[in-house]
């Protein structure tokens, strides 16, 4: 198995080149399909976790979650729910609104797996 914290950071490297055009989250989750499947990455999508969670993007424990609004506290807690499952190797948090923007002056280490923020650029409709 590959290293989960390589994998992370490819896909989190695709992703931040891209503008999106988007009117809906749906539309954009279209876009970053498209995307991962540009790349050769193989990916699901709303793949449910347990009970209560439900991934945006799953690629072999890999999570992404996307989010066009939303208090980045609100984010931050539900990337905490993910990264807390046994299967779950690593999340990436990519965002359109500004705080997705911020660097993390320290990232989470949660259970020692790799968490990454990233900023996806929207492009005018």
């Given at each position: ?60 424990g ?6 066009v ?14 990264i ?28 020692d ?13």
């Amino acid at each position: 198995m590959s290293d989960p914290r390589l994998i992370l950071n490819a896909v989190a490297n695709h992703l931040a080149r891209y503008s999106y055009r988007f009117g809906s989250e749906i539309q954009l989750h279209e876009r970053i399909a498209a995307v991962l499947e540009r790349h050769g990455i193989e990916h699901q999508r709303e793949r449910v976790l347990d009970a209560k969670n439900r991934a945006d993007f799953w690629i072999d424990g890999l999570v992404i979650e996307v989010k066009v609004d939303g208090a980045m506290s609100e984010a931050l807690r539900q990337v905490s729910r993910y990264i807390n499952l046994p299967h779950v190797t690593g999340v990436i948090l990519a965002g359109t609104p500004r705080w997705a923007a911020q660097p993390l002056t320290e990232q989470p280490g949660w259970q020692d797996k790799p968490f990454q923020m990233i900023r996806l650029a929207r492009q005018s409709l």
